[in-house]
């Protein structure tokens, strides 16, 4: 059974940093694509950004120039890292590998 295992959540200041990162029980290099996901309260979740296996990766427009997807097969683990993030980016995120596995999810808390 596939298990991925969200860490590098907390409590972060506006302009802050955070990495978020996405471990799977099996060899990631059996999944095409991966992505973050993320659920504010009172929204819909929706797509944070994505990469293919070849690493083309796709981002949310509210997003672009302040985090970057990555992974890396030999650790089995994808990344998410988060710059000068902003109280919108607030939300429980979620890492999702195809065909539709899911994490539990990590809260991102952005406050002064």
């Known amino acids: 059974q596939v298990q991925l295992v969200e860490s590098g959540g907390g409590l972060v200041q506006p302009g802050g940093s955070l990495r978020l990162s996405c471990t799977t029980s099996?060899?990631?290099?059996?999944?095409?694509?991966m992505g973050w996901y993320r659920k504010a309260p009172g929204n819909q979740r929706e797509l944070v950004a994505r990469?293919?296996?070849?690493?083309?990766?796709n981002y949310h427009d509210s997003v672009k120039g302040r985090f970057t997807i990555s992974r890396d097969n030999a650790k089995n683990t994808m990344y998410l890292q988060m710059n000068n993030l902003k109280p919108e980016d607030t939300a429980v995120y979620y890492c999702?590998?195809?065909?539709?596995?899911w994490g539990q999810g990590t809260q991102v808390i952005v406050s002064s």
């Open positions: 999702e590998a195809d065909p539709n596995y």
């Open positions: 099996g060899s990631i290099f059996n999944f095409y694509v």
């Open positions: 990469i293919t296996r070849s690493e083309a990766t």
